[in-house]
């Protein structure tokens, strides 16, 4: 399956992952992302002008306001 960087508070969305057969990577500084196929951010630490600088060429998908089986179907639809 795939490898997805999963911000740490997404204790849920970790396991969840997981339980589907993905390897879940802890996104803790920028170079957690290398080799990922898909991030999860939870979308709280968003930059207050909008703009932010990616480091993954794959997609980021932010958990603000999706619960756990949500995020899951969002990162399977975006890797299929």
């Known amino acids: ?9 997404l204790t849920d969305v970790k396991e969840a992952l997981m339980e ?4 879940v990577i802890d996104l ?3 170079g ?14 968003k930059d207050v002008m909008g703009m932010a600088d990616t ?7 932010s958990a603000d306001g999706q619960n756990a ?3 899951c179907q969002m990162v399977n639809n975006k890797l299929s």
């Open 1 to 9: 399956m795939a490898r997805i960087g999963v911000e740490g508070t």
């Open 20 to 23: 589907m057969g993905h390897e």
């Open 28 to 30: 803790r500084s920028e």
């Open 32 to 45: 957690d992302t290398a080799h990922c196929d898909c991030c999860v951010i939870s979308g709280q630490d």
């Open 55 to 61: 480091s993954i060429a794959g997609p980021v998908i």
């Open 69 to 71: 089986e949500q995020v």
